[in-house]
């Protein structure tokens, strides 16, 4: 499942798609307009930023922006940024593998049958960016 800080992330990445040439956007309007929790939002937002797929411009006509272009953010970059690993359990995951306790990956069904599931949605949220979720 998608945690409620995954949806802010990308709630408030598609706001400032949308927005992209319009200069920095305030915390105060992402927050309020995609109803998301500013104290929360201001975390997801650091985080972003430390990620580089967000810069921020301080005093007056300040706020956020996309450092990145739109279509180069993949979907599933953010949600590693802001939820951790994609896959289901930590022994498929990619880049939070965890070997898991009481279990044989050489022959367990379950290791098996979820690395095609993080196959499948690797394959879709590596495709999609932050562009496929504007109006």
Request: net charge positive; charged share 25%; glycine share 6%.
């Given at each position: ?67 990145q272009?739109?279509e180069?953010?993949?979907l ?60």
């Open positions: 499942m998608l945690s409620k800080k995954s949806q802010y992330a990308l709630k408030a990445l598609s706001y400032l798609a949308e927005h992209k040439n319009k200069g920095p956007v305030l915390i105060s309007e992402i927050a309020q307009l995609k109803n998301i929790p500013i104290k929360f939002l201001e975390n997801i937002l650091l985080e972003l930023k430390k990620a580089n797929i967000l810069d921020s411009k301080k005093g007056k006509g300040g706020g956020y922006f996309l450092k272009n739109p180069d953010v993949s599933a970059k953010v949600i590693r940024i802001s939820n951790g690993p994609i896959a289901l359990i930590p022994c498929v995951s990619l880049n939070f593998y965890e070997k898991c306790e009481n279990c044989n990956e050489d022959h367990c069904g379950l290791h098996d049958v979820l690395i095609e599931v993080r196959d499948a949605s690797l394959a879709i949220l590596e495709k999609k960016t932050l562009l496929d979720l504007t109006d």
